[in-house]
C-alpha cells in the first residue's frame, strides 16, 4: 500500500479489531515523531511502542491459536533487529524505510489475522 502523506493511520489500514487499530495509530504517530524530531529519546519511544505493539498482537494470536503465529512473530522480529540498528538522527532513508515496511505489513500481513482473533 502507498505510504500516506501525511504520514498518519486511516481506515484503509482498519484490522477490524478495536485495539489492534487504535496500537497501529500509535505506531504510525511514533514513526511519524521520530520523523520530526529525530533525537535518540524519540528512536526509544518509537522502538518501545512497536515491541509492546508487536508483543501483544502476537498474543491475541497465539490465544486464537492462529495458524501464522510464527511466521508473524518472525516477521516482527526481523524488523526490530532492523529498527534496534538504527541510530539517531535516524537517516531519511531508514524513516522512509520504516514508514514503507509499516504501510505494507498491516495490509499484505495483518490483515491475514482478519475474523481470525
Known amino acids: 500500500m502507498k505510504v500516506p502523506a501525511p504520514f498518519c493511520w486511516t481506515k484503509d489500514f482498519a484490522t477490524a479489531y478495536e485495539n489492534i487499530d487504535s496500537e497501529h495509530r500509535t505506531l504510525f504517530n511514533g514513526l511519524f515523531a521520530l520523523s520530526e524530531f529525530n533525537t535518540a529519546a524519540q528512536l526509544n519511544a518509537c522502538i518501545e511502542v512497536f515491541s509492546l505493539h508487536f508483543h501483544d498482537e502476537q498474543g491475541q494470536m497465539k490465544r486464537a491459536n492462529f495458524a501464522g503465529t510464527q511466521e508473524h512473530t518472525d516477521i ?21 524505510d ?17 475474523g481470525k482473533l
Request: proline content about 5%; glycine content about 8%.
Open 76 to 96: 516482527h522480529n526481523g524488523f526490530m533487529d532492523q529498527m534496534r540498528g538504527w541510530n539517531s538522527p535516524v537517516t531519511q532513508k531508514q524513516l522512509k
Open 98 to 114: 520504516g514508514m514503507a515496511w509499516l504501510c505494507n505489513h498491516i495490509p499484505t500481513e495483518d490483515f491475514k489475522y482478519k
